[in-house]
Nanobody
Framework: HVQLVESGGGSVLEGNSLTLSCKAS????????LGWFRQAPGKEREGVAS???????YYADSVKGRFTISRDNSKSTVYLQMNGLQPEDTAMYYC????????????WGQGTQVTVS
């Protein structure tokens, strides 16, 4: 059974930071590439960052240098550290799991809202 539970969203001022957490079921954490998508109102969903089971990371160009994705093996949790937040980062952020980091998403979390003003 795959579970992805996000937390850590909120409202912040431009330039500030937030850290999103995604607690995954042990099976999902050990078996899947885990990452984050986001969707802003009126826009298509966008892949933000992902990390493979081996720890290799991938980032969208729009967040490179500002966002950092990481895994905590002891907690089966994936984090998205977001620095230098901009209003254009405002979106619903979803934790996702995929068979591999280049493939389509298999599982979605419920989402957590990030608002930057």
């Amino acid at each position: 059974h795959v579970q992805l539970v996000e937390s850590g969203g909120g409202s912040v001022l431009e330039g500030n930071s937030l850290t999103l957490s995604c607690k995954a079921s042990r099976y999902a954490y050990n078996s899947y590439c885990l990452g984050w998508f986001r969707q802003a109102p009126g826009k298509e969903r966008e892949g933000v960052a992902s990390v493979s089971t081996g720890g290799r990371t991938y980032y969208a160009d729009s967040v490179k240098g500002r966002f950092t994705i990481s895994r905590d093996n002891s907690k089966s949790t994936v984090y998205l550290q977001m620095n230098g937040l901009q209003p254009e980062d405002t979106a619903m952020y979803y934790c996702v799991a995929a068979q591999d980091c280049y493939g389509s998403v298999t599982y979605w979390g419920q989402g957590t809202q990030v608002t930057v003003s």
